[in-house]
């Protein structure tokens, strides 16, 4: 079973606020990543990590950030939120290829 | 340019009957390729993968299926069930340079069991 958690699971928040989404596993993983999902689309990488103080962007290009400080946590920030960044933020983890998901953030920028 | 391509947005079936989710991929670098269950509002979760060496991997009621000459794989979920309704998505990754372990997903399908 996997464990791998992220909270808020559901954040609504104005424009112009700093946010941030948090993700922990337990699994002593060294790789880290974040996802965003739009209904009907494929998940796009936004951030990895592949160990402590080692992060990289992804595909999709992103305002946010993040950072690895500790192996089994991985935050994103936004540091102004706007209406563009809404969508479903997917955090996981991984040995190798198989990927493990947390249960999302659904944030939505009003 | 989508790399990996899942052409059918939706799909049902009749709940004991088999059930076949295809993909399609482009990019001849990937070597391991993987598929997953979303249930809405929930994270995705690892069903079953397959490794380029081979062509067909099982467990349980899933088997994957790897036709590598025509850069296409398969789901097989056999029998299906009303719990199987999800949508499904394929994933694929390569071994070798700076983009190993990423993985690079499709649009995936909505399978619907019919009880």
């Known amino acids: 079973e996997a464990d791998i958690y992220q909270t808020p699971r559901y954040l609504v928040i104005g424009t112009g606020k700093k946010i941030t989404l948090e993700c922990s596993q337990t699994m002593g993983h060294d790789k880290m990543y974040w996802y965003q999902q739009d209904p009907g689309m494929e998940l796009h990488l936004i951030h990895y990590?592949?160990?402590?103080?080692?992060?990289e962007k992804g595909d999709l290009s992103s305002e946010s950030t993040v950072s690895r400080i500790r192996t089994e946590h991985f935050p994103l920030t936004l540091e102004s939120a706007r209406p563009s960044h809404t969508s479903q933020y997917l955090c996981?983890?991984?040995?190798?290829?198989?990927?493990?998901f947390g249960p999302g953030t659904r944030l939505t920028v009003t | 340019d989508q790399q990996v391509k899942q052409n059918s947005p939706s799909l049902s079936v009749q709940e004991g009957r088999i059930s076949i989710l295809n993909c399609d991929y482009t990019n001849s670098m990937f070597d391991y390729f993987l598929w997953y269950k979303k249930y809405p509002a929930e994270g995705p979760t690892f069903l079953i993968s397959?490794?380029?060496?081979?062509d067909k991997n099982e467990d349980g009621r899933f088997t994957v299926f790897l036709n590598k000459s025509a850069k296409h794989l398969s789901l097989h979920i056999v029998p299906s069930q009303p719990g199987d309704s999800a949508v499904y998505f394929c994933?694929?990754?390569?071994?070798?340079?700076?983009?190993?372990?990423?993985?690079?997903f499709g649009k995936g399908t909505k399978l619907s069991v019919i009880p």
């Open positions: 994933a694929a990754s390569s071994s070798g340079g700076a983009g190993s372990y990423q993985l690079t």
């Open positions: 397959i490794s380029s060496i081979k």
């Open positions: 990590s592949y160990g402590v103080n080692s992060t």
């Open positions: 996981a983890s991984s040995a190798l290829y198989e990927q493990y």
